[in-house]
């Protein structure tokens, strides 16, 4: 029980979270409480009506199992009371600078300001309501700010960081179970409280026992299906991309990323910005269509599991994409601004730079009878890992209805026709 105990919350997911006077006063603040506003996957209900979680109930998740790994005797011995705590203030505030829409916001702040919202996050922690509320509570409000987005430079302690940002982190192992949990979306069964106690510090690293291999192939599993049925689906990707598009014609005049203090920041959410886009004459067109549930059309669809230049041109470079496109709505005989390419390298789509399976070796470790930890690489014990590390790349042309079997067919002559053993029904 906490030594300042206030109360607790029932989370679907985690059960009964039991939280400190001081986590209550940061929880109640406006920055966090704003996250009830936030969706956790914009998009994701137009195919899964039970993806209306929020980025609130994420947080409260995050701070959580961030608490659940302190107390982990491996990690215990290693930690301060007060850095333990510190922890679990920065697991609950580190989605604080997602914008409307949450990562669907997240390509104009890149394109308009070169900013991501873990800059936001850090941001926003330093200044304000959370920079008062935590000094109050004797926290450095910078240091927080680090913590939170895993960039605290810490002697000694590398693997503070990674509670909250790595291969393995506490983000991950509650968006997986929370996100399958609510779209029903779910590929087995995470035992994610398994891998939480399997955790271990090895040179100053967190490292995973191989005990918890079949916990952790699970994860992997799952993430890979999550990835595909969940993040890009590709009905939630059109509606991601409609959001995104409606504003960025809106951008001139509502001016989202203008915002100069972070009251101004704060006061965008998901129900704010949907009602002036809708007002706006530049976006309404794309909100009502969203309103009837009249989506963009997959016209083509190709999954890439090698690496080539064109491929890695497309899915890496935007004027790529734009001059594919321009080909693509000229052999289709249609405006260039009716055919979208979309691909998962594009900032919209959740954790992008996680998600994708390239290369990513999670630290393991082998212990001997004499209780010596022995690092090793993971593919070298799982053959499940060794197969789904490789490269995965989805290629998608959208195009309103009209448009689809025209613009499907340019793009399959200028980017090659589907074999038709892995076509897809629509």
């Known amino acids: 029980m906490p030594r300042d105990y206030w109360g607790e919350i029932k989370d679907p997911v985690h059960g009964y979270v039991y939280i400190t006077e001081s986590e209550k006063e940061i929880i109640d603040s406006y920055p966090v409480q704003r996250l009830r506003r936030l969706r956790q996957l914009a998009g994701a209900e137009y195919v899964y009506p039970g993806a209306n979680h929020t980025r609130f109930e994420h947080s409260i998740g995050v701070m959580y199992l961030a608490g659940r790994v302190t107390e982990n005797p491996n990690i215990l011995q290693r930690i301060s009371e007060e850095d333990a705590e510190m922890v679990k203030i920065a697991a609950l505030l580190h989605d604080v600078g997602h914008g409307p829409f949450s990562h669907v916001f997240e390509h104009l702040l890149i394109k308009e300001l070169d900013k991501t919202h873990e800059d936001i996050t850090a941001w926003l922690i330093g200044r304000g309501e959370l920079k008062e509320l935590l000094s109050k509570f004797g926290y450095k409000p910078e240091d927080v700010g680090k913590l939170a987005i895993g960039k605290l430079q810490t002697r000694k302690k590398t693997f503070v960081n990674q509670i909250i940002s790595s291969a393995v982190d506490v983000d991950k192992l509650d968006f997986i179970v929370r996100d399958t949990h609510h779209t029903g979306a779910e590929y087995g069964y995470i035992d994610i409280f398994r891998l939480i106690h399997a955790l271990d510090v090895l040179d100053e690293n967190l490292v995973i026992d191989l005990g918890a291999l079949s916990a952790l192939e699970s994860l992997i599993i799952a993430r890979i299906e999550s990835f595909k049925s969940i993040y890009f689906h590709r009905v939630g990707r059109a509606a991601q991309i409609m959001l995104a598009m409606a504003m960025e014609k809106a951008n001139e005049e509502l001016r989202l990323t203008d915002f100069k203090t972070s009251e101004e920041y704060l006061a965008m959410d998901d129900s704010t910005v949907w009602t002036a886009l809708k007002n706006c004459k530049k976006s309404s067109a794309i909100i009502r269509n969203l309103e009837r549930r009249r989506m963009l059309k997959c016209a083509y669809e190709r999954t890439f599991y090698e690496k080539d230049t064109m491929v890695s041109n497309i899915f890496s470079r935007e004027t790529?994409?734009?001059?594919?496109?321009?080909?693509?709505?000229?052999?289709?005989?249609?405006?260039?601004?009716?055919?979208?390419?979309?691909?998962?390298?594009?900032?919209?789509?959740?954790?992008?730079?996680?998600?994708?399976?390239?290369?990513?070796?999670?630290?393991?470790?082998?212990?001997?009878?004499?209780?010596?930890?022995?690092?090793?690489?993971?593919?070298?014990?799982?053959?499940?890992?060794?197969?789904?590390?490789?490269?995965?790349?989805?290629l998608r042309v959208y195009t309103d209805e009209e448009n689809r079997e025209r613009v499907g067919n340019a793009a399959a002559k200028i980017l090659g026709r589907v074999p038709s053993t892995v076509e897809i029904s629509y």
């Open 320 to 394: 790529y994409r734009k001059q594919l496109q321009t080909e693509i709505a000229k052999e289709a005989r249609v405006e260039a601004d009716v055919v979208i390419i979309d691909v998962p390298t594009v900032p919209s789509v959740p954790y992008h730079h996680s998600v994708l399976m390239e290369s990513m070796e999670i630290p393991v470790f082998i212990k001997t009878q004499e209780g010596n930890r022995i690092p090793r690489r993971l593919s070298e014990f799982s053959k499940i890992f060794e197969t789904l590390k490789g490269f995965i790349n989805i």
